[in-house]
T-cell receptor, first 114, second 112 residues
Framework: GAVVSQHPSWVICKSGTSVKIECRSL??????MFWYRQFPKQSLMLMAT?????????EQGVEKDKFLINHASLTLSTLTVTSAHPEDSSFYIC??????????FGPGTRLTVT | GNSVTQMEGPVTLSEEAFLTINCTYT??????LFWYVQYPGEGLQLLLK?????DKGSNKGFEATYRKETTSFHLEKGSVQVSDSAVYFC???????????FGAGTRLAVHP
């Protein structure tokens, strides 16, 4: 079946530093990928749509200069949290539309900013 | 705006018990509705879906019926197993299967 991976699964960084999260479609190509954020015991909130070869589309209220998205190939999208602060600590999940017109989700990346 | 509300968990059941997880939605148009399941350490997986009113989605013994009149899409299973322990998310999309809007998730724990 279609698989989406994320790396790393867990990252701790210091306040003020940047951290990059990778999302890969392992056995299918994805011109579009989606990035979600999930706070504890809350819904997944769509942050942005990543488009291969063009700029990402951000949801209202999401700072595009804070959350940099690059979709450089048909199998890889990256989310960089710039100048991270403790309030950026969260669970970040990516997804990609794949076979059978379904969304395939990565296992998520837990970011802790100290 | 569009939104999804589902019952708070955790839901704790004994094996072979009947399961219902309530889900209601608010949408301006005619969305597609989904149930996703997340097993420990894994990504969300599509459990079932319904794309129009009165459709019934079903998979692995789980069922949900798209009720436009009550704006609901409740998840049911007649006899749960320990292996069903997971977090269940109700979701909607007004653009097919992209740009999903999720409920908060309901954790189900099934004990032998």
């Amino acid at each position: 079946g279609a698989v989406v991976s994320q790396h790393p699964s867990w990252v701790i960084c210091k306040s003020g530093t940047s951290v990059k999260i990778e999302c890969r479609s392992l056995d299918f190509q994805a011109t579009t990928m989606f990035w979600y954020r999930q706070f504890p015991k809350q819904s997944l909130m769509l942050m942005a749509t990543s488009n291969e070869g063009s700029k990402a589309t951000y949801e209202q209220g999401v700072e595009k200069d804070k959350f940099l998205i690059n979709h450089a190939s048909l199998t890889l999208s990256t989310l960089t949290v710039t100048s991270a602060h403790p309030e950026d600590s969260s669970f970040y999940i990516c997804s990609a539309p794949g076979p059978r017109r379904e969304q395939y989700f990565g296992p998520g990346t837990r970011l802790t900013v100290t | 705006g569009n939104s999804v509300t589902q019952m708070e968990g955790p839901v704790t059941l004994s094996e072979e018990a009947f399961l219902t997880i309530n889900c209601t939605y608010t949408a301006t148009g005619y969305p597609s509705l989904f149930w996703y399941v997340q097993y420990p350490g894994e990504g969300l997986q599509l459990l079932l879906k319904a794309t129009k009113a009165d459709d019934k989605g079903s998979n692995k013994g789980f069922e949900a019926t798209y009720r436009k009149e009550t704006t609901s899409f409740h998840l049911e299973k007649g006899s749960v197993q320990v292996s069903d322990s997971a977090v269940y998310f109700c979701a909607l999309s007004e653009s097919g299967y992209n740009k999903l809007i999720f409920g908060a998730g309901t954790r189900l724990a099934v004990h032998p």
